[in-house]
């Protein structure tokens, strides 16, 4: 599969694939940025959550809480799926659907999804 082509998996008019730089698009694909469905599952809970503490206190949701919730459910989302693909590379690599992603196809080393999902991991626990 050619570098930076779009995955077979993900809508080929996704945001990656559109707009990031190509030396970003890897980055962003290990951590599936490219399809937000798990962003939002992961969000949505939370935001219902102050959205509903909010409202038995008669107040406004805190917009800044919001941003950090959403910030770190994709960052979680995004370690989740650095470690599935650091797990599975190379199954990975044997499946047509997912051979053309970062790591089975090496444009990113297992050091650098490492690295990847520790960063991802560690900056939301910082906020």
């Known amino acids: 599969m050619v570098a930076n082509a779009p995955?077979?998996?993900?809508?080929?008019?996704?945001?990656?694939?559109?707009?990031?730089?190509s030396a970003l698009r890897p980055?962003?694909?290990?951590?599936?940025?490219?399809?937000?469905?798990?962003?939002?599952?992961?969000m949505l809970p939370g935001w219902q959550g102050?959205?509903?503490?909010?409202?038995?206190?008669?107040?406004?949701?805190d917009l800044g809480l919001l941003f950090k919730i959403f910030l770190g459910a994709a960052l979680m989302r995004g370690a989740?799926?650095?470690?599935?693909?650091?797990?599975d590379r190379d199954i990975d690599?044997?499946?047509a659907r997912t051979a053309g992603r970062p790591l089975p196809?090496?444009?990113?080393?297992?050091?650098?999804?490492w690295g990847f999902l520790i960063a991802s991991a560690?900056?939301?626990l910082e906020s």
Not at 80 to 87: L, M, Q, R, S
């Open 50 to 61: 102050v959205a509903l503490a909010c409202a038995m206190l008669g107040k406004w949701p």
């Open 93 to 95: 690599a044997k499946v």
């Open 7 to 21: 995955l077979p998996d993900a809508a080929p008019t996704n945001w990656v694939d559109r707009f990031a730089p």
């Open 80 to 87: 989740g799926c650095a470690y599935n693909d650091i797990v």
């Open 105 to 113: 196809s090496g444009q990113i080393s297992v050091r650098q999804a």
């Open 122 to 124: 560690w900056w939301p």
């Open 27 to 42: 980055w962003l694909k290990l951590g599936r940025f490219d399809r937000p469905t798990g962003i939002w599952l992961l």
